[in-house]
């Protein structure tokens, strides 16, 4: 197996869950990958895994990865990730954007005091869900700040793919972006994610945008959303109520074969990971609006 043989990938939010399984997966098909992520420890049980551990595993079945740690909330960092991988591995000529701020990635910090929390709270050790009424400015930014990121290290890769005759970025995006779709809405609909969600709509756009411009020579710009829920560390903190359900390792499997497609016949789409595996390529429908009025589930990817 050595479709990715000789390119370079970065593979970003790479310590655990899809980020994890996309570099194992590119490693396996040759791709000499950077991992990178914050995490160089574990801080919470609940989310485990390490960039280091990543590479580890990719290394102990004979791929070549490196691990960054980078905060791509920082533009410092930004810079530096793409500066030491294409210092360590060559051109960069696939970068995956999978990096996205869902659940805590460094230690807790002490919070100021605050008043005590309404009969309507969610109950204490479980993460509530956000909302438009209750989260702060700084807080919603932060979801944001991975779009600019993905941004960036588009811009700083592209003059690699452009020497190289082209190259392949696949923004990961979700069914969230979509959500909820238009009102009226049920009494007790579920709640959305309206930082994630809309951040993941400005980066299929952002797609789109890339993709129209980036013709000469063509590099192909894709957004892949999860077909069906994918349970990973990452939505597992929130929930494990799972309806219908598909492995990482088959969304990995997507992202390498979008990571070999012809610009000239796919480009500038939205799909879902299933579209992909079976060779249909069809611009993703978010069947998840269906069911998103009917499941409490979290949105994944």
């Keep these: 197996m050595n479709g990715l043989a000789g390119r370079a990938a970065i593979v970003t939010g790479s310590s655990r869950g899809i980020g994890r399984a996309i570099a194992i997966a ?10 990178t992520a914050r995490t160089e420890r574990v801080w919470d049980e609940r989310l485990p895994g390490t960039i280091d551990e990543t590479v580890a595993e990719i290394e102990a079945a004979g791929g070549r990865a490196i691990a960054i740690r980078a905060d791509l ?3 410092a960092d930004r810079v530096r990730l793409v500066a030491e991988a294409r210092a360590a591995l060559g051109p960069i000529t696939i970068l995956v954007n999978n ?3 869902t659940v805590p990635g460094t230690p807790s910090r ?14 204490a050790g479980k993460p509530s869900w956000p909302s438009v009424a209750t989260t702060p400015l700084r807080a919603y930014r932060r979801h944001f700040e991975m779009l600019f990121a993905a941004y960036e290290l588009m811009q700083f890769v592209m003059p690699d793919m452009q020497q190289a005759g082209g190259g392949h970025i696949i923004n990961i995006t979700s069914g969230a972006s ?6 009226p809405y049920p009494p007790r609909a579920p709640k959305t994610l309206s930082g994630y969600g809309g951040s993941k709509a400005a980066l299929e756009h952002l797609t789109l945008t890339a993709a129209y411009e980036a013709v000469d020579p063509p590099i192909a710009v894709n957004a892949l959303a999860p077909s069906t829920a994918i349970p990973t560390p990452g939505s597992n903190y929130y929930s494990r109520e799972w ?8 969304f990995a499997e997507a992202v ?3 990571a070999q497609v012809d610009p000239q016949q796919v480009n500038g789409r939205i799909l879902g990971h299933r579209d992909v595996l079976d060779g249909s390529f069809r611009s993703y429908v978010f069947g ?3 069911s998103f009025h009917n499941s409490n589930a979290p949105v994944s990817g």
């Design 26 to 35: 590119m490693a396996a098909e040759g791709a000499a990958v950077a991992v």
């Design 73 to 75: 909330s920082d533009e």
């Design 99 to 101: 990096a996205a701020f």
């Design 110 to 123: 002490p919070r100021p005091a605050q008043a005590a929390p309404s009969a309507s709270a969610a109950p």
């Design 178 to 183: 979509r959500m909820p779709g238009e009102g």
């Design 243 to 250: 309806g219908e359900y598909d492995s990482d390792a088959n």
């Design 256 to 258: 390498v074969r979008l």
């Design 288 to 290: 998840l609006l269906d």
